[in-house]
């Protein structure tokens, strides 16, 4: 049975930072591609970023380049995605997610079959 687990989230004040962890466990990852994405009250879930698990190739939503950062960690199974200069803009459930694919359309969440319970990061002015 595939789990993937979120942690990480909380309250943090505009300009801090915060890191996220996935925990993925029930099967072997080497042909998927992992990703974070996020869900803003009454809006729809949206791309943050993704990584090829067996290679290093990453993948953002543009407007949050150089400010979020997705990595892995394969002997511990799991995924991160380091959030610095955090604005209330960024305040959503955070979504882990699994696809076995490894190239294609990254961003869109109904390609993704496997998704963790979601870890809620809020950002206050």
């Known amino acids: 049975q595939v789990q993937l687990v979120e942690s990480g989230g909380g309250l943090v004040q505009a300009g801090g930072s915060l890191r996220l962890s996935c925990i993925a466990s029930?099967?072997?990852?080497?042909?998927?591609?992992m990703a974070w994405f996020r869900q803003a009250s009454g809006k729809e879930r949206e791309f943050v970023a993704a990584?090829?698990?067996?290679?290093?190739?990453?993948y953002y939503e543009e407007s949050l380049k150089g400010r979020f950062t997705i990595s892995k960690d394969n002997a511990k199974n799991t995924v991160y995605l380091q959030m610095n200069s955090l604005k209330p803009e960024d305040t959503a459930v955070y979504y882990c997610?699994?696809?076995?694919?490894?190239?294609?359309?990254?961003?869109?969440?109904?390609?993704?079959?496997?998704w963790g319970q979601g870890t809620q990061v809020t950002v206050s002015s």
């Open positions: 029930g099967h072997t990852f080497n042909r998927y591609t």
């Open positions: 997610a699994a696809g076995s694919f490894l190239s294609g359309s990254y961003w869109n969440p109904s390609i993704y079959i496997y």
């Open positions: 990584i090829i698990w067996s290679g290093s190739n990453t």
